[in-house]
């Protein structure tokens, strides 16, 4: 293993807990098999496989080992939130129509829409299999209304496309919803596991809420002002999907009659590919940077959250990672 001073916040916290991960690990393999329908386990191998950062079980992981937790079932709950990541993955890529995950290939493109939708389907099935073998009660209400509302960001995101009148906090709610929502759930069901007081409960959800949160602006940074290979995406992505982020919502009130006619033919009819036309003015009216800005304050209150809880060497790798995350946009 390298020395710890050479690896990032992530990966430092990663290593603490690499008994725990390697249990995970196995879960995952074992429950995302099927003897019926060999496709499944092929194709959440391709995906599972693809190199991703588990950032999520490892909060389920960080955040139950914090609070004192000694038993087994975190790793349950932490299969469980890979699964449902993963499964809103293979959702997202076909409703997306994206050719790349995680610099690979998207199972949609090797396999087909229809493997995705079902597989994605089946890997639903096995997280509440997993939470409910748990026998928790609030756990399981945690878990499954954050899928709904995971769910609900993606509807909300699909209807809010190409809608050059998308607010802020339309567009928030969608964050909210789509990463946010499972980043404040992976910490709070770690915190409840482990029997923690309420405080300290709520302060993992504030805390994985606006981790999550951060985590969405720096992707939507990179997207206008990063490179491809940062986010496991082709840059530009949104830009081409008609998507609403955070730097053209804030480029769209300073706008001139150019830009203006720019945006309704690149974003309301899709039909300009002028990507590099776009990275200029989001940069030009300092979007890019407010963006980035916004997501140094998310970071803030993440790593504010944190101290309500026990005072340890998990806490301060916590608070690192939330530095971690926004730093890919610097």
């Not at 009660?137 to 998308?166: F, K, M, P």
């Not at 709610?173 to 709070?188: D, I, P, Q, S, Y």
């Not at 060497?313 to 990672?321: K, T, V």
Request: charged share 25%; glycine share 8%.
């Amino acid at each position: 293993m390298p020395d710890d001073v050479t690896l990032n916040p992530l990966e430092r916290l990663s290593a603490r807990l690499a008994d725990d991960l390697t249990c995970v690990d196995g879960l995952i393999r074992t429950r995302m098999a099927s003897e019926n329908a060999p496709r499944i386990p092929e194709v959440t191998a391709h995906l599972v496989g693809a190199g991703g950062k588990r950032v999520r079980p490892l909060l389920t992981v960080a955040a139950a080992r914090l609070c004192g937790y000694g038993g087994a079932d975190h790793v349950k709950l932490a299969a469980t939130v890979e699964f449902i990541h993963t499964a809103t993955l293979l959702h997202d890529d076909v409703v997306d129509e994206s050719a790349q995950r995680r610099g690979r290939p998207t199972a949609n493109l090797l396999w087909d829409n229809q493997s995705s939708v079902l597989v994605g389907d089946y890997l639903f099935a096995r997280s509440f299999q997993l939470m409910v073998e748990t026998g928790s009660l609030r756990v399981l209400d945690i878990l499954s209304g954050a899928a709904a509302t995971i769910a609900e960001g993606e509807v909300l995101q699909l209807t809010a496309a190409r809608n050059l009148a998308t607010s802020e906090a339309t567009y928030l709610k969608v964050v909210r919803g789509k990463t946010a929502a499972l980043f404040e759930a992976a910490c709070e069901v770690g915190g409840v596991l482990a029997g923690a007081p309420e405080a300290q409960v709520r302060a993992l959800a504030t805390y994985g809420d606006a981790l999550g949160i951060a985590f969405q602006l720096v992707d939507d940074w990179l997207d206008y002002g990063g490179a491809g290979d940062a986010t496991g995406k082709n840059l530009g992505d949104d830009f081409r999907e008609g998507k609403l982020t955070l730097p053209v919502i804030r480029a769209l009130p300073m706008a001139d009659d150019a830009e203006r006619i720019f945006w309704r033919d690149a974003i309301e009819r899709g039909r300009s590919e002028d990507f590099a036309r776009a990275q200029a003015i989001v940069t030009a009216h300092g979007t890019l940077e407010a963006t980035r800005r916004e997501a140094l304050a998310w970071r803030d209150r993440a790593r504010d959250a944190l101290g309500a809880l026990p005072d340890n060497e998990l806490r301060a790798m916590m608070a690192d990672l939330a530095d971690f995350v926004v730093e890919r946009a610097s």
